[in-house]
T-cell receptor
Framework: GDSVTQMEGPVTLSEEAFLTINCTYTATGYPSLFWYVQYPGEGLQLLLKATKADDKGSNKGFEATYRKETTSFHLEKGSVQVSDSAVYFCALSPDQAGTALIFGKGTTLSVSS | DTGVSQNPRHKITKRGQNVTFRCDPISEHNRLYWYRQTLGQGPEFLTYFQNEAQLEKSRLLSDRFSAERPKGSFSTLEIQRTEQGDSAMYLC?????????????FGEGSRLTVL
C-alpha cells in the first residue's frame, strides 16, 4: 500500500544552519504531497504542499520539490530559527477523492541559539 | 478562533471502561477525519465522514471503536472496554468538500490514558 518514509530524528541544529529533512514515498497513483508541522502544545498544521511532479511548495522560508523520478519530497530551509523547533511530518494523499492522508513518523527538529 | 475543537483534552480511565471523545469541526467543513497518534509515530487514520455518511471505517482498530456524525456537524469517537494499548492521542481534522485535496485542519487532540 501507499506509504511515507522520513528520516529519523531528532535533528539538532544551531540557529541559521541549513536544514534538510528527507522524505520518500511509495504510491501506486499520482499522490499529492504535504509537509505538516506540530509546534509544542499545538495541533498539526499544514506547512506546504505540492500536487504534481516538479511542483515546489514553499512557506515561511521552507521549500520542498515533488520529485517523481526519485519519489521524494525533501524539506529544506536555508537558515533555521529557534522558533522552527517542532515536529515535522511528511504526508501523502493517494488521490483526488478526499481520502485520508498517510503520514510519516515525524522528525523532531530542535534549534538552539 | 473557530478552529477544530476537541473535548475532553485529556481523559484518564480504568481498563474496561468506555470513553467518548467529541469533535466540533470548522463550521463550513463537511469532511471530518479521526486519527490516532502514539508516541513517536505519525497520525494513523481511523475513519472519515462526508456530512453524516461514514465513508471509510475499515481502519478502525477493532469493533470496540465506533464513530458517529449524526447531523453532519460534530462527531463522536467511542472506545468500549478500553485496554491499556488504547492509550494515545486521538486527533480530529476537518476539510471543506471543495477544498484542495489533503489540506486538513487539525484540532489539538484528546489524550487518552488507560490505567
Amino acid at each position: 500500500g501507499d506509504s511515507v518514509t522520513q528520516m529519523e530524528g531528532p535533528v539538532t541544529l544551531s540557529e541559521e544552519a541549513f536544514l534538510t529533512i528527507n522524505c520518500t514515498y511509495t504510491a501506486t497513483g499520482y499522490p499529492s504531497l504535504f509537509w505538516y508541522v506540530q509546534y509544542p502544545g499545538e495541533g498539526l498544521q499544514l506547512l506546504l504542499k505540492a500536487t504534481k511532479a516538479d511542483d515546489k511548495g514553499s512557506n515561511k522560508g521552507f521549500e520542498a520539490t515533488y520529485r517523481k523520478e526519485t519519489t521524494s519530497f525533501h524539506l529544506e530551509k536555508g537558515s533555521v530559527q529557534v522558533s522552527d523547533s517542532a515536529v515535522y511530518f511528511c504526508a501523502l494523499s493517494p488521490d483526488q477523492a478526499g481520502t485520508a492522508l498517510i503520514f510519516g513518523k515525524g522528525t523532531t527538529l530542535s534549534v538552539s541559539s | 478562533d473557530t478552529g477544530v475543537s476537541q473535548n475532553p483534552r485529556h481523559k484518564i480511565t480504568k481498563r474496561g471502561q468506555n470513553v467518548t471523545f467529541r469533535c466540533d469541526p470548522i463550521s463550513e467543513h463537511n469532511r471530518l477525519y479521526w486519527y490516532r497518534q502514539t508516541l513517536g509515530q505519525g497520525p494513523e487514520f481511523l475513519t472519515y465522514f462526508q456530512n453524516e455518511a461514514q465513508l471509510e471505517k475499515s481502519r478502525l482498530l477493532s469493533d470496540r471503536f465506533s464513530a458517529e456524525r449524526p447531523k453532519g456537524s460534530f462527531s463522536t469517537l467511542e472506545i468500549q472496554r478500553t485496554e491499556q494499548g488504547d492509550s494515545a492521542m486521538y486527533l480530529c481534522a476537518s476539510s471543506p468538500r471543495t477544498g484542495e485535496t489533503g489540506e486538513l485542519f487539525f484540532g489539538e487532540g484528546s489524550r487518552l490514558t488507560v490505567l
